[in-house]
């Protein structure tokens, strides 16, 4: 494959890349340094330019002389020509749609393929001028100037952050993004398979099954179907009733039930609750045209492997026991279940940079922290099949956005049919997948049309009308080709009201009702420590506060000369700068001023701090919500990873590297947690025992309150009760009075409060309370911190070697929020950061992967931090 770049202003200028392999796209081949500096600026130039890719390939032509040849582009980023040995094939102009064209009569012993592809930026320019001819304006036309992004994204089906984000660059990306295929066969192929699960009675299970066909020719056509189940059924399942009646050539569809005895079946669970048993089913296809059946030297057979998980899911949303609203939370093979996770954006800005391996990193780290629900968020791209592949794996529940954020969008005839298109392939492809829980069509486009983000006041009718024709008459209707009896209709939007907005015609007043539905909750004016800040909705599926990735990732994306906090600066698109997460710092923690030499190590580490805590009480709020009448059922924080070293609201960075973030999220959504929140009406702490799984011993339970004093080891008080939890719910445990916990020589500013869960002697939960804050707190010094590498081994992989290390660290007063990053080019994790150390002896460990067994790791590749070494 070769790249040729035509600049769109100066068109005799070229660059020619040879030898490159897909999927590749303008800045992989290019510009790969694009996330380094400054570069996101510096290198925009290209996304101006249009490009050639081509390719010459052979072709044996006389072998394959029957049937149909398809040249089938999976995916096209996003605007282009298709040409073969000089004829043009077609056009594209939507990424998310597969193209395929009928090229037998085309192809040769050698073949030239030419994909001429657009700039992406211009033209969004130019439908955005041809919809200003006609008198139109479909808002908004450019992102904030702190985006340092390029306008009118929602002119194009393609990804909607590549034009820039909040937390993201804008990288106006071009290119090859999927593979590239011939197919070949005489009638038709499988294209998809859809299998809708159902219970039906007590002794079967129900598989509804349709096989979506692709066929070359204008003839309808004969078939027979064999579905192979081998751990499910006795035999092969043969569907032979096409044999003698035709299928439509138009819409061509095998479709039939096949019943399945109950006790085969192992039923599939979320992450936390059980199995996530998966079963394979295979199918082959033989097709032929006339009712002679196949011809003996026939050899078109097509054939679909996928697999199936057993489990019903409902979203139930019934009258709320508060009298107002309804509830808004899903029940799982009969369970209710609290829903918490996080949102997930692409794993690499430039889509075709996107691999296996990274995304298996970030979902098995979101079930490491105990997540059951990932969001697959709209600004983004509909994620590959080993994306849900492994979700179903991992018992990783989906809700899935359409890709739809943030914008109004165009109605005209070739957009929508652009669109029905992209629904229909997407949801034909993701449906089967028993992780796929829910589609919206949108993120924040209800709310942003409501609330006039915009500037669409001025033709309201205008644009309420072009929203429920884009979604609800062309994204819902495409939706509903394939929706299940075991998963909930589509949203519309998200936020919403959910089942209430059918009142309003989905388009409702005020469409964060903590009353009804789903709601996004940001509010950086106020104390993100204090839980009283914080709404009491029914479901939370975005919240979230920023952070700053740790020193070395930026030592790593900077260039020698670069300024950290300039770089910093430019990378915070926020519309507010910085200033939400100094804020949040100052009210809390020791910042220096920013003048001096630690300001910007010690920012970086307090923004951790802050962002962990803030995270933490919001959801620990949240999840003890759940029995009482507010009935608080999901909490999806915004947002699980990045897309390049940037403050964002991401707990794990750009590299793979948890912040602080995630550890904690392991902690505070483990399965059974005690949480501790403080009522500033009663200046007091309400306990609340939280309980996830559906059966728990509840014996030998007790909760010990430690009052420990700022300036010494181990706790200086201690008192205890007897616990018990509650399955499945939460143990409303007891309200206790500061005053009584802190009494005679402990004061609110001389001492903090630790509180365990434990069964017998046996730690079960922790959760820790500052009476003040820690930048005013009394007799926090210098703790004497010292480390040492104790131990080292080596374990050889496929592809790496994984390093375990155990730190030792020794402290003679207390250390607060010890915080260790590795100062090497390696994706690591830690046991445990950012933990108060109250012991003499502490033992954290280290894993990490490399190339080698790295025996000579220094004390010099660690830093240690703690907020002593910044009180003043």
């Known amino acids: 494959m070769e790249v040729h770049q035509?600049?769109?202003?100066?068109?005799?200028?070229?660059?020619?890349?040879?030898?490159?392999?897909?999927?590749?796209?303008?800045?992989?081949?290019?510009?790969?340094?694009?996330?380094?500096?400054?570069?996101?600026?510096?290198?925009?130039?290209?996304?101006?330019?249009?490009?050639?890719?081509?390719?010459?390939?052979?072709?044996?032509?006389?072998?394959?002389?029957?049937?149909?040849?398809?040249?089938?582009?999976?995916?096209?980023?996003?605007v282009a020509e298709i040409r073969l040995n000089h004829q043009l094939l077609g056009r594209t102009e939507n990424m998310f749609v597969r193209y395929s064209y009928e090229v037998s009569s085309l192809l040769q012993a050698e073949n030239f393929l030419e994909v001429e592809i657009q700039?992406?930026?211009?033209?969004?320019?130019?439908?955005?001028?041809?919809?200003?001819?006609?008198?139109?304006?479909?808002?908004?036309?450019?992102?904030?100037?702190?985006?340092?992004?390029?306008?009118?994204?929602?002119?194009?089906?393609?990804?909607?952050?590549?034009?820039?984000?909040?937390?993201?660059?804008?990288?106006?990306?071009?290119?090859?993004?999927?593979?590239?295929?011939?197919?070949?066969?005489?009638?038709?192929?499988?294209?998809?398979?859809?299998?809708d699960v159902s219970r039906v009675n007590s002794s079967h299970w129900n598989m509804h099954i349709r096989c979506f066909l692709d066929a070359g020719g204008g003839q309808d056509f004969n078939g027979r179907l064999v579905l192979y189940a081998v751990e499910l059924l006795d035999r092969p399942v043969v569907?032979?009733?096409?044999?003698?009646?035709?299928?439509?050539?138009?819409?061509?569809?095998?479709?039939?039930?096949?019943?399945?005895?109950?006790?085969?079946?192992?039923?599939?669970?979320?992450?936390?609750?059980?199995?996530?048993?998966?079963?394979?089913?295979?199918?082959?296809?033989?097709?032929?045209?006339?009712?002679?059946?196949?011809?003996?030297r026939s050899k078109t057979k097509s054939h679909k492997s996928l697999r199936v998980g057993f489990r019903t899911l409902e979203l139930v949303e019934d009258p709320a026991s508060d009298g107002v609203g309804n509830t808004f939370l899903f029940r799982v093979n009969g369970v209710e279940m609290f829903m918490k996770g996080s949102n997930y954006i692409p794993s690499h800005i430039l889509p075709e940079m996107q691999t296996n391996e990274q995304i298996a990193h970030l979902l098995r780290s979101a079930k490491e922290a105990h997540m059951n629900m990932l969001r697959v968020w709209g600004g983004g791209v509909y994620e590959s099949d080993y994306f849900y592949q492994l979700a179903d794996s991992l018992g990783l529940l989906i809700w899935q956005d359409m890709m739809f954020a943030c914008a109004m969008y165009p109605v005209d005839a070739e957009f929508l049919s652009s669109v029905r298109e992209e629904v229909r392939q997407n949801a034909m492809r993701l449906s089967h997948h028993p992780s796929v829980a829910i589609f919206v069509t949108n993120n924040e486009n209800e709310a942003a049309l409501v609330q006039n983000w915009y500037g669409t006041l001025f033709e309201r009718d205008r644009f309420e009308r072009e929203y429920r024709e884009l979604y609800l008459a062309n994204v819902i209707h495409e939706l509903k080709l394939v929706s299940h009896s075991s998963r909930p209709q589509p949203l519309v939007s998200s936020p919403s009201n959910g089942k209430a907005s059918e009142l309003d015609n989905y388009i409702s007043s005020n469409p964060q009702d903590n009353q009804n539905g789903d709601v996004h909750f940001y509010d950086y004016t106020k104390d993100g420590w204090d839980p009283g800040n914080f709404p009491r909705p029914r479901f939370v599926s975005e919240f979230g506060f920023q952070s700053f990735p740790g020193a070395y990732a930026w030592q790593r994306s900077k260039d020698d000369d670069d300024d950290l906090l300039g770089l910093i600066?430019?990378?915070?698109?926020?519309?507010?700068?910085?200033?939400?997460?100094?804020?949040?710092?100052?009210?809390?923690?020791?910042?220096?001023?920013?003048?001096?030499?630690?300001?910007?190590?010690?920012?970086?580490?307090?923004?951790?701090?802050?962002?962990?805590?803030?995270?933490?009480?919001?959801?620990?709020?949240?999840?003890?919500?759940?029995?009482?009448?507010?009935?608080?059922?999901?909490?999806?924080?915004?947002?699980?990873?990045?897309?390049?070293?940037?403050?964002?609201?991401?707990?794990?960075?750009?590299?793979?590297?948890?912040?602080?973030?995630?550890?904690?999220?392991?902690?505070?959504?483990?399965?059974?947690?005690?949480?501790?929140?403080?009522?500033?009406?009663?200046?007091?702490?309400?306990?609340?025992?939280?309980?996830?799984?559906?059966?728990?011993?509840?014996?030998?339970?007790?909760?010990?309150?430690?009052?420990?004093?700022?300036?010494?080891?181990?706790?200086?008080?201690?008192?205890?009760?007897?616990?018990?939890?509650?399955?499945?719910?939460?143990?409303?445990?007891?309200?206790?009075?500061?005053?009584?916990?802190?009494?005679?020589?402990?004061?609110?500013?001389?001492?903090?409060?630790?509180?365990?869960?434990?069964?017998?002697?046996?730690?079960?939960?922790?959760?820790?309370?500052?009476?003040?804050?820690?930048?005013?707190?009394?007799?926090?010094?210098?703790?004497?911190?010292?480390?040492?590498?104790?131990?080292?081994?080596?374990?050889?992989?496929?592809?790496?070697?994984?390093?375990?290390?155990?730190?030792?660290?020794?402290?003679?007063?207390?250390?607060?929020?010890?915080?260790?990053?590795?100062?090497?080019?390696?994706?690591?994790?830690?046991?445990?950061?950012?933990?108060?150390?109250?012991?003499?002896?502490?033992?954290?460990?280290?894993?990490?992967?490399?190339?080698?067994?790295?025996?000579l790791l220094r004390k010099s590749d660690l830093r240690v931090l703690t907020v002593n070494d910044f009180m003043r």
């Open 569 to 855: 600066t430019h990378r915070q698109h926020h519309p507010l700068g910085n200033v939400p997460v100094i804020a949040l710092v100052e009210r809390h923690l020791p910042l220096p001023l920013p003048e001096d030499d630690n300001y910007a190590e010690a920012l970086i580490y307090f923004s951790q701090i802050a962002q962990a805590m803030a995270t933490k009480v919001e959801t620990e709020l949240y999840r003890s919500l759940r029995d009482t009448p507010h009935r608080t059922m999901g909490a999806l924080y915004w947002q699980l990873n990045d897309v390049w070293v940037a403050p964002s609201w991401s707990s794990i960075d750009f590299y793979g590297n948890w912040k602080l973030l995630h550890y904690w999220a392991r902690d505070f959504l483990a399965p059974i947690s005690i949480v501790a929140l403080y009522e500033k009406s009663t200046d007091s702490l309400n306990i609340s025992l939280i309980c996830d799984q559906l059966e728990v011993d509840a014996r030998k339970l007790n909760v010990v309150a430690n009052v420990h004093l700022w300036s010494q080891l181990l706790p200086r008080q201690s008192t205890s009760w007897d616990v018990t939890l509650r399955p499945n719910g939460v143990q409303y445990d007891k309200v206790i009075a500061i005053s009584d916990l802190l009494q005679g020589e402990f004061t609110r500013t001389n001492a903090f409060l630790e509180l365990q869960l434990r069964r017998g002697q046996d730690v079960i939960s922790r959760t820790h309370f500052f009476p003040s804050s820690i930048a005013g707190a009394v007799g926090i010094e210098d703790p004497g911190l010292e480390f040492e590498i104790a131990s080292r081994t080596c374990l050889n992989t496929t592809n790496v070697v994984r390093n375990s290390v155990s730190i030792s660290i020794q402290v003679r007063r207390p250390a607060v929020f010890v915080y260790l990053e590795l100062l090497k080019p390696y994706r690591y994790t830690l046991s445990e950061n950012g933990f108060m150390q109250t012991t003499p002896m502490h033992v954290v460990y280290l894993t990490f992967d490399a190339p080698s067994c790295t025996r």
């Open 6 to 78: 035509q600049n769109a202003y100066v068109p005799w200028r070229t660059l020619t890349i040879a030898n490159q392999t897909l999927p590749l796209g303008i800045y992989s081949a290019f510009a790969p340094q694009v996330l380094d500096s400054y570069n996101d600026v510096g290198l925009r130039y290209l996304a101006y330019d249009n490009f050639t890719f081509s390719n010459f390939f052979q072709f044996d032509v006389h072998h394959f002389n029957r049937g149909h040849i398809n040249l089938t582009f999976h995916g096209i980023d996003t």
């Open 239 to 296: 569907v032979d009733r096409y044999a003698m009646k035709n299928i439509s050539h138009l819409a061509p569809v095998i479709e039939f039930d096949q019943a399945v005895p109950i006790g085969k079946v192992v039923t599939w669970w979320p992450n936390g609750y059980g199995e996530q048993k998966l079963y394979p089913l295979h199918f082959t296809l033989k097709t032929w045209l006339g009712p002679d059946g196949p011809e003996v």
């Open 119 to 195: 700039s992406p930026v211009v033209a969004a320019l130019a439908r955005a001028n041809a919809l200003k001819e006609a008198n139109k304006s479909v808002p908004p036309e450019c992102p904030n100037e702190r985006y340092h992004g390029e306008c009118h994204m929602n002119m194009l089906r393609k990804m909607q952050a590549s034009f820039s984000w909040d937390w993201g660059p804008a990288a106006p990306s071009a290119g090859i993004w999927k593979k590239v295929e011939l197919e070949i066969y005489e009638v038709a192929v499988i294209r998809e398979v859809d299998v």
